[in-house]
C-alpha cells in the first residue's frame, strides 16, 4: 500500500507544475528560483549549511545541477522530545524571546513564545534515580525506549520494534590479542566529571546536574518540493555509538504533536535508495504565511522609520547589523550576497522581508517540530 | 610532565555508505575478497552547549564515511579533509572472524609508514582500514575500523598543558588562519608569522626545511585540523603528525597548534584552538615503532560493530511505519 502511495506520489510530483511566479508573502510559497536563492543566503550565512548535488539519476531540471538540495551533517540532539512532554505546571516556564533587537522595533508582536525555558528534563534527573532505566542499555534489548514515549506506542507488527540491535546476532571475535595491552597515549572518556575545564565528553552520561544525556546527531537535509511548492526537511539520526537509528527511535526527538502524524519515513527523493524521516510539507505553506506576515509587518516599519532617519541624516547604529534583511532583490536574488544595500533613502526600497529570508524562517518553524534537534543555528539572528 | 593523551577516531558510517556497498556488492566485487581504495573524511571537532546546563558537550571525533567513498577521486565535503584507506569486504561471517587482522593491519602501518619515510609526504598520515561482512538479506552490515597511529616510546609529554590559542597568537593570527583554511582546508600545517604584521604564512609541512629556514625554534608552529573538541585531548591525527616530525625533524620540543575554529567559532568570537609544547625524543626516529588503533565496540571491547539498517532499508518493516 505504502509502495504504492509513493508511486502516486512520484507521478504527482512529476506532473505537477513547476511555480513560476513569486508569491511567498501571499500564500508562503516559493518558486525553485527562490529556494535556490534562500539557499544560497542560508549557504552564505551559516557555513554548516551546504548544497549537494545528489545522485545525478535524480536530479530535478527545475534546480541547478549543483544545487539540488542542502545538507547540515552532525546536528547535535541532547535530548528527546519526549522528556519535555508539555504539562499545565510548566505554563509558568514560558518565556518571551525576541529575534529582532526588541528596543529598535518597540514592536512586541515579534517575540516569539520559547515554551520550555530553563525546564529540566523530567525524565532523567539525578532526584528521580528510580527513573534511570529509562536509558536504552545494552543488557535491555526490548525497548524500555519505547516504554518511555507513554500510550504512544509503535504500531510495530514486528514485536518489539528493534531499536537495539540483538546482541546475540554480532559475532563473538572479541580479540584480546590484538593489541599489546593498554596504550598510554590513548585518551579514555574518564569515568568521573573531574574535568576542571567546562567542556566536558559527550560520551560521557552524567552531566553536572545529573541529567542524563545521550548525544544523538542528526544529517539535516532540506529538499524542495514541486507539489507543495515548499522546503521540505529530511532527517537522518544517529544515536551516541553512532548507530543509525530507526524510525522509532527518531519518533522520540519530535514533538508529539507530529510524530506518527506529519513525520513518516520515506524515499529520500535525491539518492536511489536512502530512506530517512520527514515531515511532510502539507501544512508548511499556511504556516510559513502566518510567520512571514507577521515578520514581513515588521520589517517594512523598521524600513519606514529607518528611511525616516536617514532622510533627517541620523544615522542609527542598529543599521548596521540590520541591513541584510533590507536589500533589494532584484529579480532572481542571483547578486552577489556580499554586496552593499542600496542606499536606504531610495524610494522604491520599501519591499519589506526578503525571500532569502524564507529558510532561515522556515528552520525556527522546523524547530518547533523537533525542539531538541539543533536544527536553527541562526538564533543569532 | 604529563603525557599527551590523544582523543582516538571514532568511525561514523551514513547509511548511504551500505546503500553504495550494497551496490558495489552487487554489481562490482560479487564473490571478490580484495582490498578495494576507500575515502572518509574528517572536520573540526564540533562542541555544543546544552542550553539547559550550559555546559560545553564535546561532539564525537569522528571520521566519516558516506555514499561517495567509494568513488574515484571523491570530493570531501565542505570544511572537511579526506583521509584514504583499505576497504575488504567478506563474504561469510566465518570468513569475516577468520581474517587476519594483525595482517591487514600491518599492511597499513606499513603503508603509512612508507610514505612518511620514503615519499615523505603526509597524505597517507590518516589511512584507516575497514573490514565488513554484509549480510544483505537481513540489512546487517559487520563492521570493523582500524585508524593506526604509531605508539612513540617514550610517550610525548606536554610542558604546562593546553592551553587557548589566543593566549599566545593574536586575533589577526587566528583569523588569518581561519581565512586561509577556509578556502582550502589542510590537514596538516605550518604556521610562521610574517614579518610585516600582514596575516600569518601557511604551508605544507613538507616545507618545513625551507619554510622554516629563517625562523627561530621557538616561533616555529606546526598545526593540523583537529578533530577532538575534548578540552585536554589532542586529535588522533597528531600522533602520525608527531611521527612524521621525529622521522624528519627531530627536535627537543615542537609547538603544536590544535586547529579547532570552524565557521561557528568566528562569528562567537572566542577561539576554541588549542596550542601546547610538546617534548619527545630528540635523536631522530630510524626504526617503525608499534602501532594501535583498532576501534572498540559499543560495549568499549575491542571486536566489530553492527549496523542493523533493516528498520531503513526493508521495504516490509517500512511498510509497517507508514501512515
Not at chain 1, 355 to 364: A, I
Not at chain 2, 88 to 117: H, M, Q
Not at chain 2, 189 to 195: D, G, T
Request: proline residues 6%; hydrophobic residues 40%.
Amino acid at each position: 500500500m505504502h509502495a504504492i502511495q509513493q508511486q502516486y506520489w512520484a507521478v504527482r510530483d512529476y506532473l505537477s507544475p513547476v511555480l513560476k511566479e513569486s508569491k511567498f508573502k501571499e500564500h508562503g510559497r516559493i518558486t525553485p528560483e527562490e529556494f535556490v536563492a534562500a539557499g544560497d543566503f542560508l549557504a552564505y550565512k551559516f557555513g554548516v549549511w551546504t548544497w549537494e548535488k545528489g545522485d545525478a539519476s535524480k536530479a530535478r531540471d527545475y534546480l541547478p545541477a549543483d544545487k539540488q538540495y542542502l545538507l547540515t551533517r552532525g546536528v547535535a540532539c541532547l535530548r528527546r522530545a519526549t522528556s519535555l512532554a508539555y504539562t499545565d505546571a510548566d505554563e509558568d516556564a514560558e518565556r518571551l524571546l525576541s529575534f529582532g533587537d526588541l528596543s529598535s522595533t518597540g514592536n512586541e508582536a515579534d517575540e516569539w513564545v520559547e515554551t520550555h525555558a530553563g525546564r529540566v528534563a523530567n525524565h532523567d534527573s539525578a532526584a528521580n534515580p528510580g527513573e534511570i532505566d529509562e536509558i536504552p542499555d545494552v543488557d535491555d534489548p526490548a525497548g524500555t525506549v519505547s516504554g518511555a514515549m507513554g500510550n504512544l506506542s509503535l504500531s510495530g507488527a514486528n514485536g518489539g520494534i528493534g531499536e537495539i540491535p540483538d546482541m546475540d546476532d554480532i559475532p563473538d571475535m572479541e580479540e584480546e590479542g590484538l593489541e599489546a595491552g593498554d596504550d598510554e597515549a590513548t585518551a579514555t572518556a574518564p569515568k568521573t566529571t573531574a574535568s576542571s575545564s567546562n567542556v566536558i565528553d559527550g560520551s560521557k552520561v552524567e552531566v553536572a546536574k545529573g541529567n542524563l544525556l545521550q548525544v544523538r546527531t542528526y544529517d539535516v537535509m532540506i529538499t524542495y518540493d514541486k507539489y507543495y511548492q515548499t522546503p521540505r526537511i529530511w532527517l537522518i539520526g544517529y544515536d551516541e555509538n553512532r548507530t543509525p537509528l530507526t524510525p522509532s527511535q527518531i519518533f522520540q526527538d519530535i514533538s508529539a504533536d507530529h510524530a506518527f502524524k506529519t513525520v513518516t519515513i520515506e524515499a529520500f527523493p535525491h539518492s536511489a535508495s536512502l530512506q530517512a524521516a520527514s515531515v511532510h510539507p502539507c501544512k508548511h505553506a499556511s504556516v510559513m504565511k502566518k510567520v512571514i506576515e507577521r515578520m514581513n509587518a515588521t520589517v517594512i516599519e523598521e524600513q519606514q522609520a529607518q528611511r525616516k532617519a536617514s532622510a533627517s541624516g541620523v544615522a542609527s547604529p542598529k543599521e548596521k547589523q540590520k541591513k541584510w534583511l533590507f536589500r533589494r532583490t532584484s529579480g532572481n536574488g542571483k547578486e552577489d550576497k556580499t554586496q552593499a544595500p542600496t542606499s536606504p533613502g531610495a524610494e522604491d526600497d520599501i519591499e519589506g522581508m526578503r525571500v532569502d529570508f524564507y529558510l532561515v524562517v522556515f528552520l525556527k518553524f522546523i524547530a518547533s517540530i523537533v525542539p531538541t534537534i539543533e536544527v536553527d543555528s541562526t538564533t543569532a539572528f | 610532565m604529563p603525557i599527551v593523551q590523544f582523543t582516538p577516531l571514532s568511525s561514523l558510517v551514513q547509511p548511504a555508505f551500505w546503500h553504495a556497498l550494497t551496490d558495489l556488492k552487487i554489481d562490482v566485487l560479487r564473490l571478490s575478497d580484495d582490498a578495494v581504495p576507500v575515502s572518509g573524511s574528517y572536520s573540526i571537532g564540533r562542541s555544543v552547549k546544552d542550553r539547559e546546563t550550559g555546559v560545553e558537550i564535546a561532539l564525537g571525533c569522528n571520521l566519516v564515511v558516506g555514499g561517495e567513498s567509494f568513488a574515484q577521486n571523491a570530493q570531501s565535503p565542505a570544511h572537511a579533509v579526506p583521509a584514504t584507506g583499505v576497504f575488504k569486504n567478506y563474504n561469510t561471517i566465518e570468513e569475516f572472524k577468520a581474517a587476519d587482522k594483525t595482517a591487514l593491519f600491518n599492511a597499513v602501518t606499513d603503508d603509512i609508514w612508507r610514505s612518511i619515510t620514503v615519499d615523505r609526504s603526509t597524505a597517507q598520515l590518516t589511512r584507516f582500514l575497514l573490514i565488513t561482512f554484509a549480510d544483505l538479506k537481513k540489512y546487517k552490515y559487520y563492521y570493523w575500523f582500524a585508524f593506526p597511529a604509531f605508539a612513540a616510546k617514550p610517550a610525548w609529554e606536554i610542558d604546562g598543558g593546553w592551553g587557548p590559542a589566543s593566549d599566545v597568537y593574536g586575533e589577526s593570527f587566528l583569523s588569518g588562519i581561519h581565512a586561509a583554511l577556509s578556502i582550502a582546508p589542510r590537514a596538516f600545517f605550518l604556521v610562521k608569522p610574517s614579518k610585516n604584521g600582514s596575516p600569518p604564512e601557511i604551508a605544507p609541512v613538507e616545507e618545513y626545511d625551507t619554510f622554516f629556514a629563517d625562523v627561530p625554534p621557538e616561533e616555529r608552529t606546526v598545526a593540523f585540523l583537529d578533530p577532538s573538541a575534548a578540552p585536554t585531548n589532542p586529535g588522533w591525527p597528531l600522533r602520525n603528525l608527531l611521527v612524521y616530525l621525529a622521522v624528519h625533524h627531530p627536535a627537543s620540543q615542537h609547538r603544536i597548534l590544535c586547529w579547532r575554529d570552524s565557521e561557528g567559532a568566528v562569528h562567537g568570537g572566542a577561539s576554541r584552538s588549542l596550542v601546547g609544547v610538546l617534548r619527545g625524543p630528540s635523536s631522530k626516529l630510524e626504526e617503525k615503532p608499534a602501532a594501535v588503533g583498532w576501534e572498540k565496540n559499543v560495549q568499549g571491547k575491542l571486536g566489530p560493530r553492527v549496523a542493523d539498517l533493516a528498520p531503513m532499508m526493508d521495504p516490509t518493516r517500512l511498510a509497517d511505519q507508514a501512515v
